[in-house]
């Protein structure tokens, strides 16, 4: 294990704290970075990801979608 300090706003600092808890930031912080750092994580991700039912639903409906309406950000 290596040490990290990195600086995050009051409101990230203490929702983390309530919700994560002072004692296990560190690793909620290594397992939410670690599919962007490690390829056979990404790569498990990518696996999982083809078979959620839910996922590939929302992805067909998403598709379908003409282009400026799949671009809407405000629905």
Excluded: N
């Excluded at 039912?53 to 629905?75: F, T, V, Y």
């Amino acid at each position: 294990m290596r040490k990290l300090t990195i600086t995050v706003s009051e409101e990230v600092y203490e929702g983390l704290h309530r919700r994560i808890g002072a004692r296990r930031i560190s690793s909620f912080i290594d397992r939410l970075a670690r599919p962007y750092v490690s390829e056979d994580a990404a790569e498990a991700l990518y696996r999982e990801a083809l078979h959620d039912q839910d996922r590939l639903e929302a992805i067909a409906d998403w598709d379908d979608l003409p282009a400026d309406e799949a671009m809407d950000e405000s629905s």
